[in-house]
């Protein structure tokens, strides 16, 4: 594993490669990405989730875990969690159109988050969508389903502080890699139920089922 510093020259290196414009014009395959840990740190579980839009079927599942090699440090999330997450996606048969991250894109204090990070080193167009805010202001969005607000940094738009449902809290969403705020905004609306987009919420739930079985050996 590298150090802080050399994680940090990885991120600035990765970051000269991520596209955060364009995007695909349809996308039938979404997968959803997510981890949990052992209570204590010592293991963690990554799980896939390969969602068919519009019916929202769920098509392929895939699941890693091992024991974190990286420790938790704010703004390094890609290097605790990306190893697992790559495993998982590699079990995957089929090659998602787009895939939603539960971190960053490129709303990161370097401008690599989780989902850039990962989106470069998987070469597919990739969203963070981060249950909270980890750089840049914004105002309160609207109320109502769609609507959004800048998130800016340093006076660029980062990202999205997007309603997903009504009355609400809203997530926070940035292009991760292959893709613009505006298609990020729209795939995730399009993915969404609930507060955070079903594709995520299936991999959490796989997740803590893994959690739960590993509590009661």
Known sequence: MPTVA???AIQERLRSRVRATGGPRRWRLVAGADLAYRGDGSRAWAAVVLVSLPDGAVVETATASHRPRFPYIPGYLSFREGPLLLEAFSHLTRRPDIC?????????????GLASHLGVLLDLPSVGCAKSRLVGEHDEPGPRRGDWAPLTLEGRTVGAVLRTRESVRPIYVSPGHRIGLARAIQCVLTASRMRVPEPIRLAERVVNECKRR???R
């Not at 939603?100 to 690599?112: K, M, N, S, T, V």
């Open 6 to 8: 050399e994680a940090r």
């Open 100 to 112: 939603l991250f539960d971190g960053q894109g490129i709303a990161h204090p370097r401008g690599c």
């Open 214 to 216: 590993d509590r009661g």
